[in-house]
Structure formats: C-alpha cells, structure tokens
C-alpha cells in the first residue's frame, strides 16, 4: 500500500471517511472505558495497600467497564482477523467455492448476531428494574453490552464484508500485509 491508500493493483485499502469515523469512534470509546479502568484499579490499590481503605465501586465498575469493552472490542478484533477461527473445513472447501462459502458463514454470523442483538435488548429491558449491589445503578445498563456490541459487530461486518470473505485484512485495516506481519513479529 502506498501514501494514496491504494495496493500495487490500484484498489483502495482504507476505509472510507465514514467507516474510519466509525472505527475512530468505536476506539476511542473502549480507550476511555480502559482509562478509566485503569484509574479506579489504580486508586483502588493505592487506597487499599497504603491506607487501609478499599473503594467498593471500583471493583463493580471496572467491571462493568471490562464487560462493554470486550462487546464493543469485538467488532474491531473481526476488521483484523484476530479471533480465533477454525478455517479446516473452510480449506476443505474446493478453492472455486471458497469465497461464496465464506460469504454464506457471513450470512450466518449476520443472522446470529442480530438475532443476539434482539435477545440482548429483551434481556437488558428485563434487567432494567434490577440493581446492582454496590452502585445501585440499573443492571440493564450492564446487560445492553451484548445488544449494542452485537449490532456493532454487524456494522463492522457489513462495512469490511468483501475483504472478510477473501481473508484480505489489509484491505480491511488500512495496513498491507508486510506491515501487518512485521508489526506482529515485533512484540
């Protein structure tokens, strides 16, 4: 990929303004959610080894936090490839029917995840009159993780769906496949 965005064949490689808007967003959301993790585990040991004091929201809320940042993360895990897959009968599939094969577990995930997102909500509202034991704060902001990270997870599917189904992850981050190897190599 070079400066332009574009692969040696002239295909653009980066999202376009609105998906990395989109990215951007999701980001910058689970890097609060981790900041402010970070701080109340941080004041939580601090209070608790030098003054004795242990601040009970801390534990609850961190997480809380850690709950929503694994459903929102999800989706941006999808975009680099990086959950674990079990592609053997996928490679068992002859090379011609790959892709359609690929589009049709597409399909799949679609379906599921939506459906997910249906059964969150239904169990988020149900939730909604309970309250956790600490924060006193409705569990339905808890149980709407699943839904809302259910329908991003679809959205960054739909957004990088021909790069998914050819297993083109460069075309999906941004980032050529010698860039992404030796970023990898490097930790």
Do not use: C
Request: charged share 15%; no cysteine; aromatic share 14%.
């Amino acid at each position: 990929m070079d400066e332009t965005g574009r692969d040696a064949a002239g295909r653009e490689t980066r999202p376009h303004l609105a998906d990395r808007v989109f990215i951007g967003a999701n980001r910058a959301l689970i890097g609060v959610m981790m900041a402010v993790m970070f701080v109340l585990v941080f004041a939580n040991v601090v209070t608790r080894y030098l003054f004795g004091i242990s601040i009970a929201t801390s534990d609850e809320v961190s997480t809380f936090l850690m709950i929503w940042v694994t459903y929102l993360g999800a989706g941006l895990a999808l975009r680099e490839g990086r959950h674990a897959a079990i592609d053997l009968f996928q490679d068992m599939v002859p090379e011609g029917y790959r892709k359609a094969f690929r589009a049709f577990l597409g399909i799949v995930i679609i379906l599921f995840f939506t459906t997910l997102a249906y059964y969150g909500f239904r169990f988020a509202a149900f939730g909604w009159s309970q309250e956790t034991a600490v924060t006193q704060i409705p569990k339905g902001i808890i149980y709407l993780a699943i839904p809302v990270g259910a329908i991003l997870f679809v959205i960054h599917l739909l957004a990088m769906f021909p790069g998914w189904i050819s297993r083109d992850w460069g075309a999906v981050t941004g980032i050529d496949d010698e860039t992404w190897h030796s970023e990898g190599d490097a930790s």
